[in-house]
């Protein structure tokens, strides 16, 4: 992958000259919610009932507030523009759709965060090279996501895998026997991991839920059969899967088509402590086989 075609990644530290430009003093006047909050309401031009002298009438206070944040939604278009064109290089780029720009616009206008603005440049320079890439659907969910909730499906990608045919990302959890008559008599626990220990809380994954990015149910896969072996790409290894016994079958989280579609999007981090967790539990139920010829296990 180009380098100006990786995608973004939501960093947890803000831009260091945006921190500074939306960061309030310190000193004492701050640190008490009523200093904090004064200084909110002035810098969005609604503290007027605070000031202790005679403000305008309450026309012209609006029609100032109303210019502030124009400027300010001016100032965020610009702000992605230039990091749009600081992405393009000499690529063969057309020009998106009219009704789609015209959302793109709207929308992007209300995103602040420099590295949210980072990826909808991303967006709009993807739109360029290949029209019909992002949904508007897609940037109607992620206008409305802070970019705690962007970490969070972040996150998630770093621990998403694909099997099968089937090319869009999932969380696998563990893996179960099908229940036959001994199992009946003799139940056998299912094979699991919890996402919570690979920085991919309950709340996040209901985060994600909510903003239906990932579908509600654990899902259970179909039967995997014992031959041919069955693709499963983990981060960026692949790996071929045998089950060791007959019914075999995945427990995983499912992402949304739109989910699957901003998952491109936010970066493709990886976590190695799940990638080994996992392949351990796997390899229980499985033999595996990486592209690279390893072999994961020695189960016969």
Not at 131 to 154: C, H, V, Y
Not at 211 to 221: D, N, P, V
């Amino acid at each position: 992958m180009a380098e100006q075609d990786k995608p973004v990644v939501i960093d947890a530290h803000p831009d260091k000259r945006q921190h500074q430009e939306h960061s309030y003093k310190e000193d004492a006047d701050l640190r008490g919610s009523k200093g904090r909050l004064k200084a909110i309401a002035s810098e969005y031009h609604v503290d007027a009932r605070l000031q202790e002298v005679e403000q305008e009438d309450l026309a012209h206070r609006s029609a100032n507030r109303q210019r502030h944040v124009m400027q300010k939604q001016q100032a965020n278009l610009e702000a992605i523009i230039a990091l749009t064109y600081d992405q393009c290089h000499s690529e063969t780029a057309h020009t998106p759709d009219p009704d789609w720009l015209v959302r793109f616009f709207d929308l992007a206008r209300n995103i602040h965060g420099h590295a949210m603005q980072q990826l909808w440049a991303k967006i709009l320079k993807q739109e360029m090279q290949r029209p019909g890439s992002t949904s508007i659907k897609a940037l109607t969910i992620l206008e409305t996501m802070t970019q705690r909730e962007a970490q969070a499906l972040q996150r998630a990608c770093a621990l998403s895998s694909t099997f099968g045919q089937d090319s869009t990302k999932k969380l696998v959890t563990g893996f179960r026997r099908r229940q036959g008559l001994v199992q009946l008599l003799r139940p056998e626990p299912p094979h699991k991991l919890s996402l919570g220990h690979y920085q991919l809380s309950y709340t996040d994954l209901m985060l994600l839920m909510d903003l239906g990015l990932i579908l509600r149910t654990e899902l259970e896969s179909g039967v995997i059969e014992m031959q041919p072996a069955m693709p499963f790409k983990l981060q960026d290894t692949q790996y071929m899967l045998t089950p060791l016994h007959k019914g075999m079958r995945l427990y995983y989280y499912r992402f949304s088509p739109t989910g699957h579609e901003l998952a491109k999007l936010v970066g493709k981090r990886v976590h190695p402590d799940y990638h080994h967790a996992i392949c351990e539990l796997l390899a229980e139920g499985f033999e595996m086989h990486s592209d690279v010829g390893d072999t994961v296990n020695t189960h016969a």
